[in-house]
């Protein structure tokens, strides 16, 4: 009788502190790991290496999509997010982050970026250009293209004239 | 003779009520301790390597969330940013600041910097942030005014029966996705017509969220 209440006890005091479920001998994700020298469980991939969805990853840069509103939409979307911090809501390079103290990039409505094939915004975005960090690891090569569209539509924008949109003369003053 | 003392019958009378209720109080207590807000961690600003303020990035100069956290629409994980987001724009500001040396050192050393962990869900659970986003649950419903905190803090007790609060039904929490990094949108007075619409058209099905493998995987 004594040893079975014993074990009772026993038993339902190991349930007490045990955090062993809650936290599980795992790393979580970007989880410290004193394995490797930099400190992180998550490791880069090595030098070589190509992922079985490269060729799909590549093929998404070359030929640019044809341009639809959902492009757009998209584009501007992502525009946004990631470009109107320094580049501008306009593209006239006076985002927040220029305010701050940023270089000044260049503003879109320049007769030189008018002139620039969209491959070469496309590539900007990719590689990063002067003090632009490169933003191949946090855009898309599709949501590139999108942006490219966007600042098409955003240098159009500034130069549109009447006679671009007819249809808009009733509704101006 | 007298075996039990004058008082004895009132004693055993008190002892039989408290054998009856002390159990369901010291379950309540049990309870009530388990989902209080120092068992959660709720509201604790811990100390970081470089004191991150929300506040200023988000509330002061707009960055999106997703300038940062880029995989929240995509994967379970929202995504810390690796160092060079930080360094994007301080490669060129405050780049002498004595409060971004850790910044600066992880860059130059090639090693993450290592933040505190805010939000700690038990390893039992599965929680993925793109199905959340997807479904329009906005960032603000589960991690309140981050855009006015000066340090990282968890907002919501994230226990079971919170989950549970909203899978049971989703409507009070569902916004349209154009909204859902906005840190300013409020729930507008007929949530209650939206949240029904916002159900049928993002295929959100109640009965099944609440399925112990939704979660526990």
Redesign the interface.
Known sequence: MKVIAVTIIALLLGGCADQSMRQQKRYGTFGAADLWPDGSSARPIPRGTVAQTDAAWQAASTPPPAVTAALLQRGRERYNIYCSPCHGLDGKADGMIVERGFPKPPSYHTDRLRAAPARYFFDVITKGYGVMYPYAARVTPEDRWAIVAYVRALQMSQQARLADVPEAREKLP | MQIFRPGADSVIRVALCAAAIVPFIAAGLAYAISSSPYMTQQNITRNQPVPFSHEHHVGG????C??CH?SVEKA??AG?P?T??C???H???WTNAEMLAPVRTSLAE???I?WNRVHNL???VYFDHSVHIAKGVGCSTCHGAVEQMKLTRQVAPLTMGWCLDCHRDPRPALRPREAVFDQSWQFPPNQEDEGNRLLQAYNIHPEHLTDCSVCHR
Request: glycine fraction near 4%; include cysteine; charged fraction near 25%.
């Open positions: 100069l707009g960055l999106d997703r300038y880029t379970r994980f810390l690796p060079e987001t360094m994007t724009c490669s060129q500001i090639n090693r993450p290592r038990p390893a039992y």
